[in-house]
């Protein structure tokens, strides 16, 4: 067995070179739980890094919680229903437990699709890196000019001689007849886009109309990307991986995944906080290919998710909607209540947002979730969650004892609620005439 890092668990090993930056936070005093529901361990580790979302959470809690319920190498099979970019499955990939991750949305999924495939032992990765940064350099010193198809929303991020150099790599790496390798090059394109752009990127949306300071160029910014993708997956192909798959689906509707055969499931659903996705990953959506228009984003994305947006509300929902009559009584009490006082703020407020609605939806897809995830998780099987509660117009939901309550309901056992930070006071009301409200981000640990 290799060296490597022991957790609690003294028949779990974490193999020496893998995630070697960040060793020491798991092992002395200073890892801090509070991170762990927060992309910032995983930022500068090993293939994690290369596309994450400020939603994310760190692999270290993913190691922690493989640890603490006995998750070791061998037959064990972790599911991640919520996948992302990935966090989960790369972790346990990289430390020899096969791994499944379920994502609706298309982008999320190539780049998770991208993020776990390491096979690269026919490939001389320096090399193809070379190949392709010599024939990038001189097809844009030269004069061709590729077609422009973007969305006007993209042309505002960019000088006109940047995006004509971001369109002619695009098509460059459409002739990489290696497939794998095709997507490698895609997600450092990807990357690239907001390297190059001189709009400020905050994290979670860019802002056509700001200006950073500074920007890359182009080849500058592929070669650095590849030249750090490709120092990962050198390091990572040398460790005793286990397979992992990524399955481009409905977290309500496991098809895929047999009755009673996961072992493990780890996860953080979307909070109940109206952060839009789609929005966030718009930029990528149009230069992929993968929508044209805003309508497009939420035909082909939007409506694939788990409602936690008021962008993904129709007209026709309001009066259909109804709280589904199998949760539980006080959940379906707190719901119905909680409509109700949305409903009479909504109007009051300027953006009339529709959190009545997203509240109900959002209770009654979880419902959806967990039934299903009781079906695909062996007898005695964890699940473990990280979760937020919300506090929409002012008014506090409870997500985690909620979900919680949900997931008892439908036969879950344990139901403990780890609390692993406390998020301050927030409000998005009027705080000089509603309270704030405290908000927590907790674990929610289940068995089937």
């Not at 026919?122 to 392709?132: A, K, P, Q």
């Not at 937020?388 to 309901?409: F, K, N, Q, W």
């Amino acid at each position: 067995m290799k060296r490597g890092l022991t957790t609690n668990n003294d028949s779990y090993t974490v193999p020496r070179k893998y995630l070697v930056h960040y060793q020491s936070r798991l092992t002395e005093p200073t890892f801090s739980v509070e991170r762990s529901p927060t992309f910032f361990d995983s930022k500068r580790s090993p293939i994690h890094r290369w596309y994450g979302l400020v939603t994310g959470f760190s692999y270290a809690s993913v190691i922690d919680a493989l640890a603490n319920n006995g998750i070791v190498k061998g037959s064990k099979v972790v599911l991640d229903p919520f996948v992302g970019c990935g966090t989960t499955v790369v972790t346990a990939k990289g430390i020899g437990i096969k791994s499944i991750g379920i994502e609706a949305h298309p982008l999320l999924a190539f780049i998770a699709r991208t993020k776990t495939f390491w096979d690269f032992q026919n490939h001389d990765l320096n090399n193809e890196r070379e190949r392709f940064l010599t024939r990038l350099r001189e097809i844009l010193c030269g004069d061709y000019t590729p077609e422009d198809d973007m969305p006007p929303f993209v042309r505002k991020l960019y000088a006109r001689s940047t995006l004509k150099d971001l369109l002619t790599t695009k098509e460059i790496i459409a002739h990489v007849q290696d497939g794998h390798l095709r997507d490698i090059f895609s997600l450092a394109l990807l990357r690239t886009l907001k390297d190059a752009t001189y709009a400020k990127v905050d994290g979670i949306y860019i802002a056509p109309e700001s200006k950073k300071k500074t920007r890359k160029g182009v080849i500058e910014a592929m070669e650095k990307n590849l030249s750090m993708m490709i120092s990962d997956l050198l390091l990572v192909r040398r460790l005793r991986y286990a397979e992992s798959t990524i399955i481009e689906g409905d977290c309500r509707d496991l098809a895929e995944i047999d009755d009673e055969s996961i072992d493990f499931a780890f996860t953080s659903p979307p909070y109940l906080n109206n952060f839009d996705y789609a929005e966030m990953t718009r930029l990528e959506l149009y230069f992929m290919g993968m929508a044209k228009t805003w309508r497009d984003i939420t035909q082909n994305v939007r409506q694939r998710l788990l409602t936690n947006t008021t962008t993904q509300v129709t007209g026709s929902m309001r009066p259909t909607l109804k709280v589904d009559e199998n949760l539980p009584t006080r959940v379906r009490r707190f719901i119905d209540r909680a409509r109700s006082e949305l409903s009479a703020i909504r109007p009051t407020k300027r953006g009339k947002k529709d959190y009545d609605i997203i509240t109900v939806k959002y209770f009654n897809e979880m419902r959806q979730h967990f039934v299903e995830m009781y079906r695909v998780l062996r007898p005695h099987a964890k699940y473990v969650l990280t979760l937020g509660d919300s506090a929409l117009y002012g008014v506090h939901i409870p997500t985690d004892e909620l979900l919680r309550d949900i997931a008892l309901g439908i036969g879950f056992g344990n139901g403990r609620i780890e609390v692993l930070r406390r998020r301050g006071q927030r409000s998005n009301i009027d705080i000089a005439k509603r309270k704030r409200v405290a908000l927590r981000e907790v674990r929610l640990h289940l068995t089937r």
